[in-house]
């Protein structure tokens, strides 16, 4: 055998110990148990039957959490961020207008997203712990008359909640097509894609899906994909949903080759929804809302103040908590990590030490959950206290 010669050496990968934490930041969260045995189930080829019958079910079901009756409804290869590019690109093209609802450190990312493909981009902004009002969105409607308006349904790294009734409304009087991030909202809060006249909008599993991440759901409205069909501009060949739609078999006729899915990703995201149907739609929204609701019970009974002022403008799947002067944010997580092995997380963006950032959602949605974390964040605070003495 001739000798081969090598230039890279084989590494000395070593295992750690690691204690898995209780997930409770603004996400990933803890996954269902019959999540993580999906994940073990078998990868099947992209091109077989069974295949294709797992993207017909998660259509099926995508199209129940999404609350629409619009074919073009699929689940992309890749994060949340996937997702947000893929809405973006598709519907928005060089040179067109977005305008961008900023309040948050997602709507930057929609931002610097659109600007790297040449497109016009404007912004309306609020404080971080506030939403925006349709008074405020359509005065900007009406001067700009963009393509089309991104906006954040629920903000991880503020603990907001935007009111999206009306908004379509408004967007169809100006021409402008609504885009919106739904990724740490669905399932968790309300939300009817048809009625409230979105025409795009993705998620992601790792939220209140209570999946692992990795795929990102996405739907179209038919006036979407009115502009994707008679759109002048490509987007990039992964993310073309006029591609995708054929693999997915939007429209009942075709079962082609885009790309090759990951099948355990397919079969957890198929769990997850079949865990949404089981228990309904309006019972998890239910569940959040009374988990979190007790939460913020525990929270003002130790005398901390919440982020988002208004009730309802806080989001029921992450909340936002301000710690009283004299903590270090970071200090304060990483103490809840060591001691009580409970994953929080300080701010993002502009609530960089303004917010500690705390999720109770899918799984973890419960009033235990949600005792354990109040407990660890008492004890976390006369912890740090006495420290500092």
């Known amino acids: 055998m001739t000798e081969i010669k090598l230039t890279v050496q084989a590494p000395t990968l070593v295992n750690r110990d ?5 997930l409770c930041g603004p996400g990933p969260c803890d996954v269902w148990p019959s999540v993580n045995e999906a994940l073990t189930k078998p990868v099947i080829s992209p091109i077989c039957d069974e295949h294709f019958y797992v993207l017909d079910d998660i259509r099926a079901g995508l199209k129940y959490v999404f609350q629409t009756n619009c074919d073009t409804v699929l689940a992309l290869s890749g994060s949340g961020h996937g997702g ?3 809405v973006i690109n598709n519907l928005v093209g060089p040179g067109e207008t977005l305008l961008v609802a900023k309040g948050g450190f997602w709507c930057e990312r929609a931002l610097e997203m659109a600007k790297r493909y040449g497109i016009n981009t404007i912004t309306t902004t609020v404080p971080m712990n506030e939403t925006f009002s349709l008074q405020q969105l359509e005065n900007e409607l009406r001067k700009h008359r963009p393509t089309a308006l991104f906006i954040v349904h629920g903000d991880s790294s503020t603990g907001t909640v935007q009111n999206l009734k009306g908004v379509g409304e408004l967007c169809q009087r100006y021409g402008t097509l ?7 909202s669905l399932v968790g809060v309300p939300f009817f894609m048809d009625d409230w006249k979105i025409d795009a909008v993705y998620t992601s599993t ?3 899906f209570s999946g692992p991440a990795g795929i990102s759901p996405v739907a179209f409205s038919d006036r979407a994909l009115n502009k994707i069909n008679n759109r ?3 987007p990039p060949f992964y993310f073309d949903v006029k591609l995708l739609s054929q693999q997915w078999n939007c429209y009942g006729s075709t079962r ?3 790309h090759t899915l990951s099948s355990p990703l397919l079969w957890a995201l ?3 929804l079949q865990e949404v149907i089981k228990e309904t739609l309006p019972r998890s929204w239910a569940r959040h809302a009374a988990t979190t609701k007790h939460f913020l019970k525990r929270v003002e009974q130790l005398s901390l103040k919440t982020f988002v002022p208004k009730p309802e403008d806080r989001l029921m799947t992450v909340t936002t908590v301000v710690l009283p002067k004299g903590y270090d944010y970071l200090q304060f997580s990483k103490y809840m990590r060591e001691k009580y092995n409970i994953l929080i997380f ?3 963006g502009q609530t960089v030490g303004k917010t500690l950032r705390i999720g109770l959602m899918g799984v973890n949605s419960t009033i235990q959950v949600a005792d354990a974390v109040a407990d660890a964040v008492a004890g976390t605070l006369i912890a740090l206290k006495k420290s500092s003495l």
């Open 270 to 272: 198929r769990q997850c």
């Open 256 to 258: 082609v080759y885009h």
């Open 18 to 22: 690691f204690v898995k934490p209780t």
């Open 84 to 86: 947000m590019e893929t």
């Open 232 to 234: 002048t501009h490509q």
């Open 178 to 184: 609504l885009l919106v991030d739904t990724v740490v």
């Open 206 to 208: 790792q939220k209140a």
């Open 346 to 348: 300080p701010g993002i």
